[in-house]
């Protein structure tokens, strides 16, 4: 049984040069989230007895029969073939079919990255029954085939996927930035909008962008690098401020691009432009930064605070937007753009 913790991208990834082997066009960062927060549990077993490869997700049975899950499948088959090859006292079990049961404690295919912690859980279970090395960079090169925002999870703390230059892929993989331990006072609330499906899937999505998209080419060339290195550095100097600033902005120029894709792609939607507002005018109120919103490929926020301002952060959130009610537009002043007086800052 093996679980994998959700994530939230701080720098995104949007963008491929090499669709088949999952190469990016511009390398990115990633928060891997407490295992409290969003996680998936995945266990695989594997018997001669077995007709075919299967996969269930959440009770729902998926098909392993895709481009990117077959790669996935016999990338590992093949380590297992030399591990048995250098030891022959261990069962030739690579070629029996797998039964692979997962379950994701949040919504599936709604923006918050379940093919990411997926991937990686599925990876993560087979790896462990197939008693392969367990090197989690080399290990993403294979996550990374199978949904390329999975590479970044296999490890916790903060991730960083070096896009790489090789036309074969082999340096394009995840290291680790920092572990989790490094910012213990770093803290993330996950703000569910909408569980539903997307209508746009990433893979689909990413390549109308690139594709279709002015902004885009600006975005990989003249914006991106520059950030990779100065989110890296905030991270490092546990510089919140910072932090913060490069992920709203990295947010708003990962929907901006989408935007200008044709037809254009919209993730956001009126709650996840009021959660925008509302932090921004938190930030305003306190007079600092003290928390930072990201969306992925869907209207579901991610907001990342320091536990010295939890008081501020989740008292608002929960002032305003709570997962019984919903947003209170009453409550929320959208004439005068402010936060009411009523609300004790
Ligand atoms: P998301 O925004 O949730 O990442 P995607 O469209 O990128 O949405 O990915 C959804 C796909 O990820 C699913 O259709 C499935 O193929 C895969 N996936 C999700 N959860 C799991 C899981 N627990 N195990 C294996 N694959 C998974
Ligand atoms: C918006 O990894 O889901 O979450 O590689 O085609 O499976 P595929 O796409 P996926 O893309 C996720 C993009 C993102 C941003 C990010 O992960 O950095
Ligand atoms: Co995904």
């Known amino acids: 049984m093996l679980t994998i913790s959700g994530s939230a991208h701080t720098l995104k990834y949007w963008g491929k040069r090499d669709k088949d082997l999952n190469l990016p066009t511009n ?198 690098p520059k950030r990779f290195i100065e989110m890296k550095d905030a991270i490092l100097k546990k510089d919140f401020p910072k932090f913060a600033e490069l992920t709203m902005k990295d947010s708003n120029s990962f929907h901006s691009v989408c935007l200008d894709s044709y037809p254009p792609i919209f993730y956001l939607n009126d709650t996840s432009k009021r959660i925008i507002k509302l932090i921004n005018l938190l930030n305003e109120s306190v007079g600092e930064t003290v928390a930072a919103y990201t969306f992925d490929a869907g209207p579901n926020a991610v907001i990342y605070y320091e536990q010295k301002n939890e008081k501020y952060v989740l008292g608002l959130l929960h002032h305003f937007f709570n997962h019984l009610d919903g947003w209170s537009e009453e409550k929320f002043d959208s004439k005068t753009s402010s936060i009411p007086e009523s609300y004790p800052l």
Request: glycine share 6%; charged share 25%.
């Open 27 to 224: 390398s990115s960062i990633s928060v891997t989230l407490d295992q409290s927060d969003l996680r998936t549990l995945t266990t695989a077993s594997c018997s001669s007895k077995f007709e075919s490869d299967r996969l269930w997700i959440n009770g729902t049975t998926y098909s392993l029969d895709t481009p990117r899950s077959k790669q996935v499948l016999a990338d590992l088959r093949s380590l297992r073939e030399e591990v048995e090859a250098k030891d022959s006292s261990l069962p030739k079990i690579s070629h029996f079919p797998l039964h692979i049961v997962s379950e994701n404690n949040f919504p599936t295919a709604a923006g918050l990255a379940s093919s990411a912690a997926g991937f990686a859980a599925l990876i993560s279970a087979v790896a462990n029954l197939y008693k392969l090395p367990t090197d989690a960079s080399e290990l993403s090169k294979i996550a990374r085939k199978g949904s390329g925002s999975a590479c970044r999870s296999l490890f916790g703390g903060y991730v960083a996927w070096e896009m790489g230059e090789l036309e074969n892929g082999e340096d394009s993989k995840a290291v680790l930035v920092a572990d989790k331990k490094h910012w213990p006072d770093m803290k993330a609330a996950i703000l569910v909008v909408s569980d539903m499906k997307k209508d746009v899937p990433s893979t689909s999505g990413m390549q109308l962008t690139v594709h279709t998209s002015d902004l885009f080419q600006y975005r990989i060339t003249e914006v991106v």
